[in-house]
Structure formats: structure tokens, C-alpha cells
């Protein structure tokens, strides 16, 4: 038999994927307990690039959570399920990586399979993991919300406001940027999603931090429409694919 | 041949089905519901389980109702569940002719189904009492297989059914692709939220494991397997069944290492058939699912038996499979592969035959299917008729989301240049459109709709701001929904009707907002116009309400009270039954929330019930009427009645947010009594009608899920509960919020007394902080909302206390607040916590004493066995007494006058002003009509609950009404 999939750590990991947070205090819990377990995973332990991405990812989330508390956002019922529906994507993934399912999505592949190696730095393996979190899974996470919500994507609503706010938290969040060389953090990714797919025509730079809405918003569209959502999802997969092997490659470490 | 379609055997499953069937039907307690969702990916084998367990638990005496849900976006509503009874009914016996009769009472309610305005919650009450009739005291199993395709109206049925509001013992078995869920599809939510509660599993079908793939693969072989294949099989199936299966075949078949993938396996097996069987599959996967078989004969224009011939072909191949409603393609992935065999026009003139096929003769989903294969056939010309059928078929079901989809599809048919030169009222289409997708929350696409229809003209500028208004409050946009109303009355082309609207839905959004000085402006304004309009009537009234509200809110109540009454009679004496149901609604509202006459209120809103009911509005207003008449009986203690009066409700079957409203009424009582059981099913009810969406009532679930958890002592539990509220509430809402805090602080509290359970000093600090924001914002909010803050703010200050100290004097506060506001359960609360701090300071022992017995006579009266209990721990504890010095004189004298006239001792004075306290009307306003003061009403009323031996305005009233009919 082959060795499990998270090596010394499996039962524990498997043990706490069977559990689906449903709040934003359950999932702060979930992603502090899954931060012990792969800071273990051998061979890289502390310095696992998961571990380097959940960490950050953490940290963000107990942001919006504190936020939450501290009446930061407009709507909160609205940004307490994005942040839930979001979090649920990350560990579906981690799921379908767990039972080596073809299914799992490959901008998130990409950073598991480093998992045991070679090592990557530290800002850009958390990089590779904010790219697969913010450009594949976050406009299907905001189309579940609004869904859910019987709302809409509408551009200029307290939803919107409250979805900005969370990229404001990322950008606060991410260590030692060089503001210099770049503004934001999300104004990287997206420049550089810009030069390997050009999906914006022309739209670009107006809407460069607001990429996951746009697309959220296109889904939006054709969400009764199973096979255009299909294209949209495979291409949206194929985009944070390739954006997080750049991250991943030599090229990478450049960020830091 | 037999042997070759027979499915292999059910291989690696065995305690998966065990644990569904127990799941489904011998765990399932009498009068409850379960359900299990099972997910995986394609070829797992959900269909085969489903199967599977639906033949056990149909041999285990369960009626058993299976259907599937359709990939075509355009399907009908409700779709699945007329095909399970379709199927169900041909498949039933003759023996059994009372089934049969009520599965065909059921199919014709359906075909007579009429759009009314009691809308889809009536179509759903219908539904459960059909299926009550087919189940005949049986276990009823609804299997749904193809879930990720189901329509919206099936879901909500399911949820109403699964939260047991249909008061159906049932158990829904459904299968859901993986691959969907990972799209942003709706049930993603849905199963989040579901699979919390203990009657529902979500169980993941995982691919076999490397054992039971060999022995699946060796079975269909018919002999073990040599190690190469079975690594072979294991390697390209990975566990997949139904591609083991098909791997399988081949290796036995001697087609081994031809085909790599299933992909090859079915395109070589479509190769090897013969000409007409080739064309009868390719009929199949253009058909919709399943195809009958008198269809399937018009179109591929064989005679009987090369037909048959034909069939049996493509079913040994195993691309097709034939049941008694029609055929199938066997998997998905045959449909895949088929696409690309045909050429466009070959693909089009199938679409033709089967349109033509379908013309001439009535089939299921007629329109909807005659509209899909017309378009497909590219003849938008006679698509568009069927697509406008398909819609309005829909709408008569009460499934606007696909109304809006066919009526979309009809728009894009009339832009074909082959339609253009004909006449087609394109401005109608638009208009049904932007009216569907508006009911169904599509609220963009309505916008956008009526933007085309105000480009091609044909509306007048006021009707078009008012709609668009009307949509965008709809949205909650309220800002621009302000700025429309505006405009319409702006406008030079509007009616004084249409301003008359505006003004009025003007007045309402205000009041929404809060702007109470603006929202009585305008409602003045539109009372006005109004009143030059004959047969407006619904704007009297709504201008009425927000009128009545703002003057509430801006402390003029008894002007506000006055005109919402005024509004009721002019409804009453117009005469139309919605205007004086929803006056009632108003009036009770009004009274109940912002006045706080919670009496009158209860009155108002048990005679405005009667009332509803005798004009045939029962479901619908008769049911809310009753949810604030338990609401406001809850809050003056009088439990015993609240319970009966929600019974009563409920005996409606609503739905929706009127069934969540209710349900929360009804197991507030049950935390009340302390009745557990009782709550929690409630509360998962509650959590089942939720998870379809609507999070207003969150905050209210949780606040008392909460307060159920303290009563069991499970302080995580409500922590929990109130940490997840307090991420999930608006800062605004502050008298929902200050609930919560309270109950949040409470948990803390007792975790503190109880010396077990460490203070959470975080949660305590949050909550703190919570509590001054809402204390911040509510000081500057209209009066009416600060009285409720402040009886839960008194309270969160004595439970801090309670952390250090615990001051006693904080807690008499907190009993001046609820008895001054007349809520006798918090006030019992408080006391029973003023006495034990008095007590642990060992001062004003007697003061102790009273407070207790006063609270233990408030909880027994109540019922409130939990508070009861906390009550005499602490009296035993502290040697109080708590019996009663003075005897009980009331029964006496009750069982004196009962069975006489109750009201022969009154005089004719206060027979008159009893007459009035039945009517609802308050001290005041009862002195205004027999022009006395207010103070002499007030001794009438109580010379009268003296002398009937009442303590409060709706027995009174009670007594009143029970011998004025006799």
C-alpha cells in the first residue's frame, strides 16, 4: 500500500475535514487546529508551504472575525457566510486532495504537490495559496452567498463595500511587501494574471482588485446554465493554475 | 441477454446501506422526518444505492414515491415529484384502488392547480395532504435522484416537508453529483446547513478500495482475476464502479487493452451497432429523458418489430436502458460521446421529428419539451407559442424562477429575424418577463427587463417608476427605490390613482428606513389623494399603517392608533377582504410592538383571525394574525393560551417565513416550560425552513437555542450559539441584538456560579463592548425601541454584576423595567436573581423572601417548570417558604358563576365598557366614545375582572364573547 496522503498526520487531518464549520468562530477553530497538524507533516514541517499559506490565511480570517465583532462591516450577515462558504471551499479542496480525486482543483494542486518538497519560500507558497483562494474559489464562494442570501452581486451595495474591505485586510496582512516595487498585494496578482490571460479586454486596470467580483458576477449570470458554469469553472481553474506554478517557479522568490 | 444487462452485484456497500435504511425508516420516530443525501462523483454508484435501498425499504412496507430531476434548464416546476407519482401509479396493482385514487386526486390537483393569491405556500399544503392520503398511515419515502438538477419549487418542498410543517411522517433519499457541488451551486448551503441536524446525513460515496474493485471486477468476469488485469482495472477505474464494470466486460469479452478509456469502450460499442439501432440511440440522446416509446417510434419512423429489434440492440450494448415510462441513455457519459457523432443538421432534423412527434400528440412537460425542440430545431417561428405556453404553465404552479427562464427564452425567440416580421407583442414579453423574474428574486435581470421596456415605449413614465421602484425596494435598494417613488409622483402623465401608490409605497419605505417625520408627511399626502379616488382603499390603508407608525415612533400614539382604526373601518365598509386583513395586521402590529398595549393587541389580532377566516383568507393573514396574538400572549404570561392559539395557527400548514415565525412562537414557550424535547424539534424545523435562505430569523434561533442550552446546563452550547449571532447581526437591529447579549452574558454568568466552567473573560469583554454599542445606538432611536433595549440592557448590567459581586440592587432595576413594560417572565427572572444576591449578602432577608415568593408565584402561573425549579433550589436553600400566607378565594367564586350568566353581576355600565375592552380599544379610547374619563374607565375595568374573576383584558374579553353567542 502506498503511504497516506498526509503521511504521519493523516488520521487527524482526515478526522477533522469530516467536520464543516458552519460560522466564522468555528472556522478560525478549524484552520487553528489544521495550522498544528501541518506544521508536523514531514519532511519540511515548520516551514511546510500549506502551513506557510494557512498560516497567513488564519491570521486574515481572525481579522474578519474580530471585524465582525467590532462592527466593522455594513452587512455582516452577508460577510459572516461569504467568509464560511469561502473557508468551506479551501477544505473541500483539501478533501478531494485527501482522497487523490481527480476533482481536486488544480490551482490548488499545485501547492499541495509541494508539500513534501521542494521547498519554496515562504511568501510565495503563501502567495500560491491566496492566488488559488481569492481567484478560483472566491467568485463561486460570493455566487453561493448571494444565492443563499436571495441577493445579488450589485456593484456599489454594502455587500460590495464589506467584499472590499476583506481585500484591505489582506493587504494589511501580508508581511514584508515591498510596497515600493508594488502598491498591493491584490494589484500583483491580478497584474499578473493579466499577462498570462488577458480575460479583462482592455477593462484591466479599472477593475484589477475587483477581479473575483467581476467573475463572481459572471458566474452569477450563467449559474442555471450547468455547462457555461462548467467552461467558467475550468477556466477560472486553469487561470490560478498557472498564475500559482509562476508563483511556485524561481521566479517567485523574487517577491521576497 | 438478460445476463449481459443485469447490473453487476452490489459490491463494497453493505453497511453504507445498512446505515441508510436505519436511517430512513427504523430510526425514524413516529410523526418525524429524516433524510440522508448521499453526494460522490458520476459512476459511483448513487443511482444503483438509490435503487437499492428504495426496493428494501419498500419491502419493509414504506410507500415508496421515486423520481429524477432534469438537466434541461427549462424544465416544469415540481417536475420530479409528478413524475414519482406518475410512476408510482403505474406501478401500482389493481388491488390497491384507494392509493390509486388518491395518487390520481393528487396528479388532477396539480393539472387544476390556479394561480391564486394564497400562491405557493397553499400549493404546498395541498401537496402534503395529498401525499398524507397516498401514505395511508405508511412510512413515505421520496427518492430524488439527479438532486443537483432540482427545481426551486421542489426544494422548497422538500424543506417544508423535511422541517415537518406538511405533518408527514416522511423520509427523502436523494442523490447529488459531486462535480455540481463544486460549482456555486445552490445546494451547497442548503447541505451545509442541513447536515447539522440529527435527522439529516450527508453521507460522501466514496470509489471502491483496491479489495472490492477486484471482487466487483472478478464478479462480472465470472472468475478471479490474474494479477496484471487486476492491477490494470484498479489503475484505470480507480475505484469507479461503473467504469470497473465496463472495464470489466471487455477484459471478459476478450476486448481487453483496446480501449483505454470508457470514452473508447462506448464509442467502439456505438461503432459495432447496427444501422437502425444506431439511429435509435442517437434519437434517444436528442429526446428528453425518458423517451416513450410511442415517441421514440414516430421518430426514428421504424416498423414495430425492426424498432424493437432495434432497442434490444443498443440495450445489450449497454448504451440504452428501457423501463416502463421510456427510455434512457444508460450513463451520462453516453451522451458525451454521441454529441460529437452527429452533424449539426442531422442533430436539427431529430429535434424536428420529435417537435413534429409531439405536436399532435399531449406527453409530459408538453410545452416545455415542444419549446426546447423547436428551438433546437431551429424554427424559433413555432418555438415561441410553446415557450410562452411553457411559462404560463409555470406561473400556474407558482414557479416564477422557471417562468422566468421560459419567458427569457420566448424574448430571445422574438429577436430571431425569422419571427421579426411578424407580430409579436414584444412589449408584453418583456413586461411578463421583468414580472417573473422579480417574483423569483432575480432582481438585476427584472431591472434590466424593464429598462428594455421603457426603450421600446408603451408605458406611461409614472407606471414605469413605480415598477421599477416597487423592484428595486424588492432588492433593497432603498435609496433609488426612494428616488423612483419621486419621480412617479413627479411625473406629468400619472393618474391620480398611481399617485395616490406612490405616495403610499413612499410612506411605507420611510418608515423602513426609520425616517419616521418623512414617512407620516408623505403617508398624509398620500391619504389625501387617496381619499379623491374611489376604490383606493389599499392605499388608505397602507398610507394608514405608516401613518399610524411614525406617530407611534414620534410619541403622538394615540393619533397613530386612531387613524390605523380608521383604516380599518373604511376597509371593512369597502368591503375587499386583503384591505381589511391587512388592517388588521397593522392595528395588531401596531399595538403589540411599538404601543406595547399588548392586551388590546392580543384582542385586536384573535378578532381581526375570526374575522380573516370568515372572508376565505385563513392560510395566509388568518396565520399571521394568530403568530403576534402568541407572540403578545407569551410576553403577558398567559402561556396556557399562547399554546393553543399557535396550535391553532399551525393547523394552517404554513410555509415560509409565517411557518418560521410560528415554529420560534411555539418553541419560545417550550424553552418556557423547559420542555426540551419539544424546543430542539422546533428548532431544527426552524433550521430546515431556514437553510432555503432567509436570514433575518437567525438571531431570534439562536438567541433561544441558546437559552434551551442554559436550561441543560451546556454552557458550550450556548456560547456557541450566541458567538455565532453576535457575527451574524446587523449593529442596528439592537432590539434582537440585545437579546442576544443578554443571553450571552447569562451563559457567562452561570458558568461563573456554577464553579465548574472557566469565564470565558474574552466572550465577556465582547459582549460588554456589544452591549454598549447597542446602549449607543439606541439612545438616539425613537422611543418604542428604546423601552425594549432597555429591559434587556437592565438585564445584561445585573448578569456583569452577577460576574463581580452581584449587585442586588442592579437587579431590582431590571424588575422595575419588565414590570413597568408589563412582562411578567423576565420580572420573574429578576427577582429570583435580586433575591439570591440579597441573600448572598445576607441583608433584607424578608425583602429576599417576598421577591421569591413573588417570582415562584409568576413562574408557577406561567408553567415555567425550569424557573420553578431554580426558584425553590434557592428557597430551600435559604429556608424561605414559599407557600402562600392569604387563601385562594377565586376558585370558589368561579365555579359559582359558571353555568349561569358570567355577566349577570355586572351593571349595564360596565357591560358596555366590557363590550368595548372585547373590541380591543384602549382605557382612552373607550372613554372617548361613552365620553367618561380615562381614569373612571379604569375602575369599571377593574370592578369588572373583579367580578369575573379575571386578571386580565383578554379573559375578560373571553368570558365576554363566550356568552354574547350564547
Redesign the interface.
Known amino acids: 500500500m502506498t503511504e497516506p496522503v498526509w503521511g504521519p498526520v493523516h488520521r487527524d487531518i482526515v478526522d477533522l475535514l469530516a467536520d464543516?464549520p458552519?460560522?466564522?468562530?468555528?472556522v478560525v477553530d478549524h484552520l487553528t487546529k489544521l495550522q498544528d497538524l501541518l506544521v508536523r507533516l514531514p519532511p519540511l514541517l515548520d516551514s511546510c508551504p500549506l502551513a506557510d499559506f494557512n498560516k497567513l490565511y488564519l491570521t486574515i480570517t481572525t481579522t474578519v472575525?474580530d471585524g465582525?465583532?467590532?462592527?466593522r462591516f455594513v452587512?455582516?450577515?452577508f460577510l459572516?457566510?461569504l467568509d464560511?462558504?469561502f473557508a468551506?471551499r479551501y477544505f473541500?479542496a483539501l478533501r478531494l486532495w485527501t482522497?487523490s480525486?481527480?476533482?481536486t482543483?488544480k490551482a490548488w494542486s499545485c501547492l499541495f504537490e509541494r508539500m513534501r518538497g521542494p521547498d519554496a519560500r515562504p511568501l510565495p507558497s503563501a502567495a500560491a495559496g491566496v492566488n488559488a483562494h481569492i481567484n478560483f474559489d472566491l467568485?463561486?464562494?460570493?455566487?453561493?452567498?448571494f444565492?443563499?442570501?436571495?441577493?445579488?452581486p450589485?456593484d456599489g451595495?454594502d455587500q460590495h463595500r464589506d467584499y472590499l474591505e476583506i481585500n484591505n485586510i489582506f493587504a494589511e496582512k501580508i508581511p514584508g511587501l515591498r510596497r515600493g516595487y508594488l502598491e498591493r498585494w491584490q494589484l500583483l496578482i491580478d497584474m499578473l494574471n493579466g499577462e498570462i490571460d488577458d480575460w479583462y479586454q482592455g477593462e484591466l486596470v479599472e477593475y484589477t482588485r475587483d477581479v473575483a467580483w467581476r467573475n463572481a458576477q459572471k458566474?452569477w449570470r450563467c449559474?442555471?446554465?450547468?455547462t457555461a458554469?462548467?467552461r467558467e469553472?475550468s477556466r477560472l481553474d486553469s487561470t490560478a493554475a498557472a498564475l500559482g506554478r509562476l508563483l511556485l517557479s524561481p521566479l517567485g522568490a523574487f517577491l521576497q | 441477454m438478460a445476463s449481459d444487462v443485469d447490473t453487476a452485484p452490489l459490491v463494497g456497500r453493505a453497511d453504507l446501506l445498512k446505515s441508510v435504511r436505519s436511517a430512513l425508516l427504523d430510526d425514524v420516530a413516529q410523526g418525524h422526518t429524516a433524510a440522508v443525501f448521499l453526494t460522490g462523483e458520476s459512476g459511483v454508484g448513487k443511482t444503483r444505492l438509490l435503487r437499492e435501498v428504495g426496493t428494501h425499504l419498500r419491502d419493509a412496507g414504506a410507500v415508496v414515491l421515486t423520481g429524477t430531476c432534469l438537466d434541461i434548464g427549462d424544465a416544469s416546476p415540481l417536475h420530479p415529484l409528478l413524475q414519482a407519482l406518475r410512476r408510482f401509479d403505474a406501478e401500482l396493482s389493481t388491488s390497491h384502488t384507494r392509493t390509486s385514487s388518491a395518487v390520481r386526486a393528487l396528479l388532477r390537483m396539480f393539472a387544476e392547480e390556479t394561480a391564486g393569491p394564497d400562491g405557493a405556500g397553499a400549493l404546498l399544503e395541498r401537496v402534503s395532504r395529498g401525499l398524507h392520503l397516498i401514505a395511508e398511515g405508511r412510512p413515505l419515502v421520496l427518492v430524488l435522484d439527479d438532486l443537483q438538477w432540482v427545481d426551486r419549487s421542489t426544494r422548497q418542498l422538500l424543506l417544508y416537508l423535511l422541517a415537518g410543517l406538511g405533518d408527514l411522517q416522511l423520509s427523502v433519499l436523494a442523490a447529488v453529483r459531486a462535480e455540481s457541488l463544486q460549482n456555486a451551486h445552490p445546494l451547497r448551503r442548503v447541505l451545509t446547513e442541513l447536515r447539522r441536524l440529527r435527522s439529516v446525513r450527508v453521507l460522501d460515496l466514496a470509489p471502491l478500495d483496491r479489495a472490492a474493485t477486484e471482487q466487483l471486477a472478478a464478479e462480472v468476469v465470472g472468475r478471479p482475476l490474474t494479477p496484471e488485469a487486476a492491477e490494470q482495472i484498479w489503475q484505470r477505474s480507480g475505484g469507479n464502479p461503473f467504469v470497473i464494470e465496463e472495464l470489466a466486460r471487455d477484459l471478459r469479452d476478450g476486448r481487453d487493452g483496446l480501449s483505454d478509456t470508457l470514452r473508447e469502450i462506448f464509442l467502439a460499442r456505438v461503432d459495432a451497432l447496427p444501422q437502425p439501432a444506431h439511429a435509435v440511440v442517437h434519437a434517444v440522446a436528442a429526446g428528453v429523458e425518458p423517451v416513450e416509446h410511442w415517441l421514440l417510434a414516430r421518430v426514428v419512423g421504424l416498423p414495430e418489430t425492426e424498432l424493437i429489434e432495434a432497442v434490444r440492440a443498443g440495450v445489450a450494448h449497454r448504451l440504452l436502458v428501457g423501463a416502463d415510462d421510456g427510455y434512457r441513455l444508460r450513463h451520462r457519459l453516453v451522451a458525451e460521446v454521441l454529441e460529437n457523432e452527429l452533424l449539426p443538421a442531422e442533430r436539427a432534423a431529430l429535434h424536428r421529428r420529435y417537435a413534429e412527434a409531439l405536436t399532435s400528440a399531449e406527453a409530459e412537460l408538453h410545452q416545455a419539451r415542444l419549446a426546447h425542440h423547436w428551438r433546437l430545431a431551429g424554427e424559433p417561428v413555432r418555438a415561441l407559442p410553446a415557450a410562452v405556453a411553457a411559462a404560463q404553465e409555470a406561473e400556474r404552479l407558482h414557479g416564477y424562477a422557471e417562468a422566468h427562464r421560459h419567458w427569457s427564452a420566448a424574448l430571445q425567440l422574438a429577436d430571431s429575424p425569422a419571427v421579426g416580421a411578424r407580430a409579436v407583442d414584444r412589449a408584453d414579453l418583456l413586461g411578463r418577463a421583468a414580472e417573473a423574474a422579480h417574483h423569483c428574486g432575480e432582481h438585476a435581470r427584472a431591472l434590466t427587463l424593464l429598462e428594455e421596456l421603457a426603450r421600446a415605449g408603451g408605458m406611461s413614465a409614472c407606471a414605469l417608476h413605480i415598477r421599477r421602484a416597487r423592484y428595486l425596494a424588492a432588492a433593497g435598494r432603498s435609496a433609488l427605490a426612494e428616488t423612483e417613488y419621486r419621480r412617479a409622483l413627479e411625473a406629468d402623465d400619472c393618474t391620480p390613482r398611481e399617485r395616490a401608490t406612490a405616495a403610499a409605497h413612499l410612506a411605507e419605505l420611510l418608515l423602513h428606513l426609520g425616517r419616521y417625520a418623512d414617512a407620516g408627511r408623505r403617508a398624509r399626502e398620500a391619504l389625501e389623494l387617496a381619499a379623491a379616488v374611489d376604490g383606493s382603499t389599499s392605499e388608505v390603508v397602507l398610507a394608514s399603517a405608516a401613518l399610524g407608525f411614525s406617530e407611534a415612533y414620534l410619541e403622538d400614539p394615540d393619533a397613530g392608533l386612531a387613524v390605523v382604526r380608521r383604516a380599518l373601518d373604511i376597509a371593512e365598509r369597502a368591503g375587499r377582504p386583503e384591505d381589511v386583513a391587512c388592517a388588521y395586521l397593522h392595528l395588531a402590529e401596531l399595538l403589540t410592538g411599538p404601543l406595547n398595549i399588548l392586551e388590546e393587541g392580543v384582542v385586536v389580532a384573535r378578532r381581526g383571525a375570526e374575522r380573516v377566516a370568515e372572508l376565505g383568507l385563513g392560510r395566509t393573514y388568518e396565520t399571521r394574525l394568530l403568530a403576534i396574538a402568541t407572540n403578545g400572549l407569551f410576553r403577558v404570561g398567559q402561556w396556557a393560551e399562547a399554546e393553543k392559539v399557535v396550535a391553532a395557527a399551525l393547523r394552517h400548514r404554513p410555509s415560509g417565513a409565517d411557518a418560521v415565525e410560528l415554529l420560534l412562537a411555539r418553541c419560545r414557550l417550550s424553552v418556557g416550560y423547559g420542555d426540551i424535547e419539544a424546543a430542539d424539534r422546533d428548532l431544527d424545523a426552524v433550521a430546515t425552513v431556514l437553510a432555503g435562505g432567509g436570514a433575518r430569523h437567525v438571531i431570534p434561533l439562536l438567541t433561544l437555542r441558546a437559552g434551551l442550552a442554559m436550561w441543560q446546563g451546556r454552557h458550550d452550547l450556548a456560547r456557541q450559539a450566541v458567538q455565532r449571532g453576535l457575527t451574524e447581526s446587523r449593529s442596528d437591529d439592537v432590539g434582537i441584538l440585545a437579546a442576544l447579549v443578554w443571553h450571552g452574558l447569562r451563559a457567562e454568568a452561570e458558568a461563573h456560579a456554577s464553579r465548574t466552567v472557566a469565564v470565558d473573560e474574552t466572550a465577556v469583554r465582547r459582549l460588554r463592548d456589544v452591549a454598549e454599542r447597542v446602549a449607543r445606538k439606541s439612545e438616539k432611536a425613537a422611543r418604542p425601541v428604546r423601552d425594549v433595549v432597555d429591559g434587556f440592557l437592565a438585564l445584561c448590567d445585573a448578569e456583569v454584576g452577577r460576574l463581580d459581586g452581584n449587585d442586588p440592587d442592579l437587579w431590582a432595576r431590571s424588575v422595575a423595567e419588565w414590570d413597568r413594560r408589563n412582562h411578567p417572565y423576565p420580572a420573574a427572572y429578576s427577582r429570583l436573581r435580586q433575591a439570591e444576591a440579597l441573600l448572598a449578602r445576607r441583608s433584607r432577608v424578608a425583602t429576599a423572601g417576598k421577591l421569591l415568593r413573588e417570582a415562584y408565584r409568576t413562574a408557577q402561573g406561567l408553567g415555567a417548570v425550569p424557573l420553578t425549579s431554580e426558584i425553590r433550589t434557592l428557597a430551600t436553600r435559604a429556608r424561605v417558604s414559599l407557600e402562600e400566607r392569604e387563601p385562594a378565594r377565586g376558585r370558589d367564586a368561579a365555579a359559582e358563576v359558571a353555568g349561569a350568566d358570567e355577566l349577570a353581576a355586572l351593571t349595564a355600565r360596565e357591560r358596555e365598557v366590557l363590550a368595548a375592552v372585547a373590541e380591543g380599544l384602549t382605557n382612552r379610547e373607550i372613554g372617548q366614545r361613552l365620553f367618561i374619563s380615562e381614569r373612571t374607565i379604569g375602575v369599571h375595568v377593574s370592578h369588572i375582572f373583579d367580578k369575573l374573576q379575571v386578571r386580565t383584558r383578554v379573559q375578560a374579553s373571553a368570558i365576554y364573547l363566550r356568552n354574547r353567542r350564547g
Request: aromatic share 4%; no cysteine.
Open positions: 464543516h458552519a460560522d466564522v468562530p468555528a472575525l465582525l465583532y467590532d462592527d452587512d455582516p450577515v459572516s457566510r464560511v462558504e468551506a473541500d482522497d480525486s481527480p476533482g482543483p467568485p463561486f464562494a460570493l455566487v453561493t452567498t444565492d443563499h442570501l436571495e441577493s445579488e450589485v451595495s458566474i449559474r442555471h446554465d450547468p458554469h462548467e469553472r
